[in-house]
C-alpha cells in the first residue's frame, strides 16, 4: 500500500512554464517533507510544513501542506532546466526519529 | 563536515555472493537509516537505528539482509546470498531529531547495486 500518492509521475515542460505537482494520502501526517533528488545522487531537503494550511516559499518554488495534513503541493514559478530531477514528498506520522514514507516522486524535466 | 560518506559506489556481483555495502554517518547524528530505490517501488526504508540500536527493521525484505552499527560512526547492510531481484540503489541517510520533533534526513550518495 503506498500510503503518499505523488501525481503526476512524469512532467516535461519547456523553460518558463509554471507547473504543481501533488503529494495525496489519505493519513494524516504530523510534518510533511519535499525532497529533490538528481541523477547519480541521494534526495536532498527542500522543505518541511508542520502546520495544515501552511505555506512556505524558497525563491520561485511554493510548498503548501493541506488544512488537514493529509495533503501538499508543491508549485513552481517560471521553470528552469536547473529545476529538473525528482521530487519526492515524505510524511511522518509521530516525533522526530520514527520512520519517513515517502512517496515515489515526480520526474521533473524542464528544457530550454 | 563530508556529510554521509557510503562505499562502493557501485557493486556490480553475481547471484549468490554477499554483499556489503557501508555507511558513515554525519557525526554527531544519532538516527541511521537504510534505504533501497528501484523504478517501481520508489524509495523504501529497510531498517533504522537510533544510537547504534535497531528500531524498526520491518522493512528488510527477507532473512537474506542483515544490518549492523557497531558504533557511531559505522553500519553495513550485507546481503547474503544475493539475487537479481536486489539490483537497486542503496542509501544510508543520517539524521539529529531537531525542534518540534522535525528533523532533516541527509542521504550519502547511493550505492548502485546489480546483481547478475
Known amino acids: 500500500t503506498q500510503l503518499l500518492e505523488q501525481s503526476p509521475q512524469f512532467l516535461s515542460i519547456q523553460e518558463g512554464e509554471n507547473l504543481t505537482v501533488y503529494c495525496n494520502s489519505s493519513?494524516?501526517?504530523?510534518?510533511l517533507q519535499w525532497y529533490r533528488q538528481e541523477p547519480g545522487e541521494g534526495p536532498v531537503l527542500l522543505v518541511t510544513v508542520v502546520t495544515g494550511g501552511e505555506v512556505k516559499k524558497l525563491k520561485r518554488l511554493t510548498f503548501q501542506f493541506g488544512d488537514a495534513r493529509k495533503d501538499s503541493s508543491l508549485h513552481i514559478t517560471a521553470a528552469q532546466p536547473g529545476d529538473t530531477g525528482l521530487y519526492l514528498c515524505a510524511g511522518r506520522h509521530n516525533q522526530a526519529g520514527t520512520a519517513l514514507i515517502f512517496g515515489k516522486g515526480t520526474t521533473l524535466s524542464v528544457s530550454s | 563536515d563530508a556529510g554521509v560518506i557510503q562505499s562502493p559506489r557501485h557493486e556490480v556481483t553475481e547471484m549468490g555472493q554477499e554483499v556489503t555495502l557501508r555507511c558513515k554517518p554525519i557525526s554527531g547524528h544519532d538516527y541511521l537509516f537504510w534505504y533501497r530505490q528501484t523504478m517501481m517501488r520508489g524509495l523504501e526504508l529497510l531498517i533504522y537505528f537510533n544510537n547504534n540500536v535497531p528500531i524498526d527493521d520491518s522493512g528488510m525484505p527477507e532473512d537474506r539482509f542483515s544490518a549492523k552499527m557497531p558504533n557511531a560512526s559505522f553500519s553495513t547492510l550485507k546481503i547474503q546470498p544475493s539475487e537479481p531481484r536486489d539490483s537497486a540503489v542503496y542509501f544510508c541517510?543520517?539524521?539529529?531529531?531537531?525542534?518540534?520533533?522535525?528533523?532533516?534526513?541527509?542521504f550519502g550518495p547511493g550505492t548502485r547495486l546489480t546483481v547478475l
Open positions: 493519513s494524516v501526517f504530523s510534518s
Open positions: 541517510a543520517s539524521s539529529l531529531p531537531g525542534l518540534a520533533g522535525v528533523d532533516t534526513q541527509y
